[in-house]
């Protein structure tokens, strides 16, 4: 009876672990994984008899980010692509962009199987509509539109992974900007000939986050840097960083805070920030 009991004990003691053991090989999963998350920002203020003053204010932002992975076991295709565009009301003022965005990525890398891969890559940035800039006696001035300035890169070089959360990639670049009635933005003042677009070779760094601090609590950042063969000293510098809070299942809370410094196009730094609250969906 002993030594049932203990052969009993033995071979429960084995089953347990079986179980308990994770699998010797895990096969990775490869293929296409997309992602498509849209959504919807919504301020309206209007007064009646309100002694206090203020006008009547709405302001409303449309925006769409996604990405698609092809994940092999020997290469990998990302393309993430943003869109977005608002306007707002304020008073008796004509109706005003706030927000107008293109921007596509598409980067194809090479493993290795350590953490340093080669990898080629193209952008585009543009927006949607035109763009003015408002004087201060109520006249505008138009300064962009659809395409005009567009931002295109071409690339190549090494790719190195931080940390799960944090890619880097170091490379050249070719940066080209296309215009057709705003030329300033590529315009060399050097020259006595207007030039509609301008093409520079040169280095190009770009760092990506994506990091998930909690449950329900976002970080993504991305710092772009081209400095021109020619003219070193000169950094193009793009940063844009959202925190995103998502209260509910389709409410988030989102702080984006985007800085250029482009020396040729203005002296100073261009800085936007925005916080809203509004509806999202997740498409795919």
């Known amino acids: ?22 699998p010797d090989t895990a096969k990775p999963v490869y293929g ?14 209007s007064f009646k008899d309100w002694q ?33 565009f608002g ?8 109706i005003r962009k706030t927000d107008d965005k293109i921007d596509l990525e598409s980067v194809l890398s090479y493993k290795l199987g350590v953490k340093i891969n080669p990898y080629v890559a193209a952008t585009l940035k543009t927006q949607f509509a035109r763009g003015f800039l408002y004087n201060s006696d109520g006249t505008k001035t138009a300064v962009s539109k659809f395409f005009d300035p567009a931002y295109l890169t071409q690339s190549a070089g ?16 070719l940066r080209e900007v296309i215009t057709s009635d705003f030329t300033g933005y590529a315009d060399d003042p050097k020259t006595l000939s207007i030039e509609k677009t301008k093409t520079e070779g040169g280095l190009e760094s770009v760092t ?36 995103s809070a998502k209260v509910s299942k389709y409410v988030t ?23 809203a609250i509004g509806l999202s969906y997740t498409l795919l």
């Not at 306007?87 to 004509?94: E, P, S």
């Open 87 to 94: 306007q707002t009301k304020l008073g008796k003022q004509d």
């Open 253 to 275: 809370v989102n702080l984006n805070v985007q800085l250029i410094n482009e020396r040729p196009v203005t002296p100073r730094t261009q800085v936007k920030e925005t916080i």
């Open 1 to 22: 009876m002993r030594k049932l009991i203990g052969c009993a004990l033995i071979g429960l003691a084995v089953n347990t672990s079986a179980q308990q053991a994770p």
């Open 32 to 45: 296409w994984k997309n992602n498509l998350v849209t959504g919807l920002n919504l301020t309206q203020v």
């Open 158 to 173: 090494l790719a190195y992974q931080l940390a799960p959360q944090v890619l880097t990639r170091f490379g050249f670049a």
């Open 208 to 243: 990506t986050v994506d990091w998930k601090l909690a449950e329900n609590l976002l970080f993504k950042s991305k710092l772009e840097l081209f400095a021109a063969i020619n003219d070193l000293d000169v950094v193009i510098v793009r940063s844009d960083n959202t925190l």
């Open 52 to 84: 206090q003053g203020g006008e009547d204010a709405l302001a409303w932002t449309l925006w769409m980010e996604g990405k698609s992975a092809d994940d092999l076991a020997k290469t990998n295709w990302t393309t993430t692509y943003k869109f977005a």
